[in-house]
């Protein structure tokens, strides 16, 4: 294979690998910054920066994880670039309403609310478990924590969500 | 034996946790098992909610590709590379409207994603008893014939705006998940394969039935026992 095969090659297969993984890479980077501005913003220079150092991907069955972790330092360094401050989640909630009251289902609407509502540190492990099918030892590892860390953070979070949907409260902390 | 305060800090983590400990606690405090199934349920929630359709406006992943190369390339040929994104861009566009306009196409998507989001449930080994597959199974009318193996996992997930039963058989040949989409009607089979996992979507006397293994060499002879299995009722 010449230099030109190779790199359509590379082309071909970062391309696909990218088209594949966007949508969820989207979702992931909204529900980080909770701002789909943002999140595009995110998402397109993550997936210029995976590019760059595509040839660092030697296992291309974990695509989706490495894309995933160049997202999460990617919104890290956003956020420290432009000094963002911590939004009022009112306001980003008034900003995203047409996104949070999309589902036609009421209760899946309430849900979509309540995780927005939730704090980042709970709000990040749950998304990496539940939309993106991680295990909680794959989570430590993608967030640099303790497993027992991740544990409690979702135990935590789906207290949260139970309690704001009105289920009856947890015992267990 | 764990107690019912460690059961729940568990599966209020993970609420598809399964092994010896879980399932025998699930047997001796039905309390705590009836809040495991809740949590799973709520998982199935969780996991709509969070499935945001955000609209696509910016550059495609080729596009940017070829943008990524513009920088790298002599200024003679950037008006070229520019070119082709414009057209991965077009193309993309293309791709986008006919997905929109053919959204029922996505089931196998939908039923990959659900069976991988509740993976776990492919691990339980226990034999659920009969009276708690017909609690999950009788709201639809169906029933689901001896002889095909033991129906290790039942639960009642929500799946495409409704509320469907899914099973976890342990076939001779190996676990398989199986939805039933009563509010699912499809004109011809569908498969799926992706991650080691191979499904076939059947149509069904009513609505159609999904069936998932994974690294399974005869998946339609299994899919074939599973479907003639059920009984889909009058």
Same mark, same amino acid.
């Given at each position: 294979?010449?230099?030109?095969?190779?790199?359509?090659?590379?082309?071909? #297969?970062?391309?696909?690998?990218?088209?594949? &993984?966007?949508?969820?890479?989207?979702?992931?980077?909204?529900?980080?910054?909770?701002? #789909?501005?943002?999140?595009?913003?995110?998402?397109?220079?993550?997936?210029?920066?995976?590019?760059?150092?595509?040839?660092?991907?030697?296992?291309?069955?974990?695509?989706?994880?490495?894309?995933?972790?160049?997202?999460?330092?990617?919104?890290?360094?956003?956020?420290?670039?432009?000094?963002?401050?911590?939004?009022?989640?009112?306001?980003?909630?008034?900003?995203?309403?047409?996104?949070?009251? +999309?589902?036609?289902?009421?209760?899946?609407?309430?849900? #979509?609310?309540?995780?927005?509502?939730?704090?980042?540190?709970?709000?990040?492990?749950?998304?990496?478990?539940?939309?993106?099918?991680?295990?909680?030892?794959?989570?430590?590892?993608?967030?640099?924590?303790?497993?027992?860390?991740?544990?409690?953070?979702?135990?935590? +979070?789906?207290?949260? &969500?139970?309690?704001?949907?009105?289920?009856?409260?947890?015992?267990?902390? | 034996?764990?107690?019912?305060?460690?059961?729940?800090?568990?599966?209020?983590?993970?609420?598809?946790?399964?092994?010896?400990?879980?399932?025998?606690?699930?047997?001796?405090?039905?309390?705590?098992?009836?809040?495991?199934?809740?949590?799973?349920?709520?998982?199935?929630?969780?996991?709509?909610?969070?499935?945001?359709?955000?609209?696509?406006?910016?550059?495609?992943?080729?596009?940017?590709?070829?943008?990524?190369?513009?920088?790298?390339?002599?200024?003679?040929?950037?008006?070229?590379?520019? *070119?082709?994104?414009?057209?991965?861009?077009?193309?993309?566009?293309?791709?986008?409207?006919?997905?929109?306009?053919? /959204?029922?196409?996505?089931?196998?998507?939908?039923?990959?994603?659900?069976?991988?989001?509740?993976?776990?449930?492919?691990?339980?080994?226990?034999?659920? /008893?009969?009276?708690?597959?017909?609690?999950?199974?009788?709201? $639809?009318?169906?029933?689901?014939?001896?002889?095909?193996? $033991?129906?290790?996992?039942? *639960?009642?997930?929500?799946?495409?705006?409704?509320?469907?039963?899914?099973?976890?058989?342990?076939?001779?040949?190996?676990?398989? *998940?199986?939805?039933?989409?009563?509010?699912?009607?499809?004109?011809?089979?569908?498969?799926?394969?992706?991650?080691?996992?191979?499904?076939?979507?059947?149509?069904? /006397?009513?609505?159609?039935?999904?069936?998932?293994?994974?690294?399974?060499?005869?998946?339609?002879?299994?899919?074939?026992?599973?479907?003639?299995?059920?009984?889909?009722?009058?």
């Amino acid at each position: 294979m010449n230099r030109g095969d190779g790199d359509t090659d590379r082309r071909r #297969r970062f391309g696909s690998l990218c088209e594949s &993984l966007r949508p969820d890479l989207l979702r992931f980077a909204w529900w980080l910054g909770r701002d #789909r501005g943002l999140a595009e913003d995110v998402v397109q220079e993550s997936m210029l920066r995976a590019w760059k150092s595509f040839d660092s991907l030697t296992d291309e069955g974990k695509a989706k994880s490495w894309l995933l972790t160049i997202v999460r330092r990617e919104f890290a360094r956003t956020f420290e670039k432009k000094r963002l401050e911590a939004a009022d989640v009112d306001a980003l909630v008034a900003a995203e309403s047409d996104l949070l009251s +999309a589902p036609a289902d009421e209760r899946v609407a309430e849900m #979509r609310n309540a995780i927005f509502r939730l704090d980042e540190e709970y709000r990040e492990p749950l998304v990496l478990q539940v939309l993106m099918g991680y295990s909680t030892q794959e989570i430590a590892d993608m967030m640099g924590m303790q497993q027992g860390a991740v544990l409690t953070r979702l135990f935590r +979070a789906r207290a949260r &969500l139970r309690q704001a949907l009105g289920f009856a409260a947890e015992t267990a902390t | 034996m764990i107690t019912c305060l460690e059961f729940r800090r568990r599966v209020g983590a993970e609420p598809f946790a399964s092994d010896a400990e879980i399932e025998a606690h699930r047997r001796e405090c039905a309390a705590c098992a009836r809040h495991q199934d809740e949590l799973r349920s709520m998982d199935g929630l969780i996991r709509r909610a969070l499935v945001v359709e955000l609209p696509v406006t910016t550059m495609s992943a080729k596009a940017l590709t070829a943008a990524a190369a513009v920088s790298a390339a002599p200024l003679a040929s950037r008006r070229r590379l520019f *070119a082709i994104a414009a057209s991965l861009v077009a193309g993309v566009a293309v791709g986008l409207v006919l997905l929109v306009s053919a /959204p029922r196409a996505s089931i196998a998507r939908e039923v990959f994603d659900h069976v991988m989001h509740e993976h776990g449930a492919m691990a339980t080994t226990a034999p659920l /008893p009969p009276a708690e597959l017909a609690e999950v199974l009788g709201p $639809d009318g169906v029933r689901l014939r001896s002889g095909v193996g $033991d129906v290790t996992y039942a *639960a009642r997930c929500h799946f495409d705006g409704h509320v469907v039963p899914h099973l976890v058989v342990r076939t001779p040949e190996g676990p398989v *998940a199986v939805l039933m989409l009563r509010h699912r009607e499809i004109g011809k089979p569908m498969r799926i394969e992706d991650q080691g996992y191979e499904g076939v979507v059947l149509p069904a /006397p009513k609505g159609s039935i999904a069936i998932v293994g994974k690294e399974m060499p005869d998946l339609d002879g299994v899919a074939k026992k599973v479907f003639d299995a059920v009984d889909w009722g009058g």
